[in-house]
Every structure is written in C-alpha cells, then in structure tokens.
Nanobody, 124 residues
Framework: QVQLVESGGGLVQAGDSLRLSCADS????????VGWFRRAPGKEREFVSR????????DYSDSVKGRFTISRDNAKNTVYLQMNSLKPEDTAVYYC?????????????????WGQGTQVTVSS
C-alpha cells in the first residue's frame, strides 16, 4: 500500500520560494501519476499540479502556472513541487496524492492515496 509523506512546508514571505517533497515510504508509487492539491482556510480543496509516472506529462492550475514546477525522481520514490514567487493567496495545506492510473488527473476522485498534508503560509 502506498503511504505518502509530505514535507517542506513552512512560513515564508511573499516572493520567497519553497520546495515541497512527497515521499512514498513503501517505495511503490513509481507506476502512478501523482498530484498536488491544496486547501486554503474556508475554501474547498483545489488542484495544483500533476505529473505522470514517467514524468513526461505535467499539468498546472492557472493560479500557479509559471511559478510552480512539479518533478519526480522515481529512484528516490519522491515527487517535488518547487514553488517560486509565492503569494499570500498560496497559503494552504498542501497534499500530495497517488493516482489510480499512470497519468494522474485534475480531479481529486482519480487519486487513491493521500498524504497528511504540509502547511504553507505566505505572509505579505
């Protein structure tokens, strides 16, 4: 069973960068697409980014496109989300998730396993 652990969150100022990591402690998600989602206070969970198991297909929400970059290292069973030019509206709990298939999706229902989340807070 896939077990995902996010790390790398923290408190930063607007314009700063963070890199989130999503590690599969069971070393099994190299065949799965992986997505990042976030939930801001008082808001619903939203799609942020996804990457296919080969890393050749990526996708971003309009709100992060051009600022965030998703990547993966299957040898390390880890997916990364590099977040640059952070804004206060990026403040949220960020979750990674392993998809049922190899591509991933913008739809949360396509993901079977979820991490516990990591808090990102961006001050103005």
């Amino acid at each position: 069973q896939v077990q995902l652990v996010e790390s790398g969150g923290g408190l930063v100022q607007a314009g700063d960068s963070l890199r989130l990591s999503c590690a599969d402690s069971r070393r099994t998600f190299s065949n799965n697409g992986v997505g990042w989602f976030r939930r801001a206070p008082g808001k619903e969970r939203e799609f942020v980014s996804r990457i296919s198991w080969r890393g050749d297909i990526t996708d971003y929400s309009d709100s992060v496109k051009g600022r965030f970059t998703i990547s993966r290292d299957n040898a390390k069973n880890t997916v990364y989300l590099q977040m640059n030019s952070l804004k206060p509206e990026d403040t949220a709990v960020y979750y990674c998730a392993a998809a049922i298939g190899a591509i991933g999706s913008t739809y949360a229902g396509a993901y079977r396993y979820w991490g516990q989340g990591t808090q990102v807070t961006v001050s103005s």
